[in-house]
């Protein structure tokens, strides 16, 4: 199945949850944010949501301000 991340296209298997995806990409970092399908998606949610064909996903790191 291809999945977009920031605009590139990835290959992945089918039943692959967020967080498997960012380890294979080497993208599970602190600070890390991202959305799905353009909705921010809750950190404690990436090891249940399985991705599907076409998913887009855009990561950007959290940063505080003030």
């Known amino acids: ?24 990409l080497q993208q599970l970092r602190p600070g890390m944010a991202l959305a799905l399908n353009q909705q921010i998606l809750p950190r404690a949610q990436w090891d249940e949501q399985l991705l599907q064909d076409g998913d887009t996903i855009l990561l950007f790191q959290a940063i505080a301000g003030g």
Do not use: R
């Not at 199945?1 to 294979?24: F, G, R, T, W, Y």
């Open 1 to 24: 199945m291809k999945i977009i991340v920031n605009e590139d296209v990835v290959e992945c298997p089918s039943a692959l949850s967020v967080s498997a995806l960012l380890a294979q």
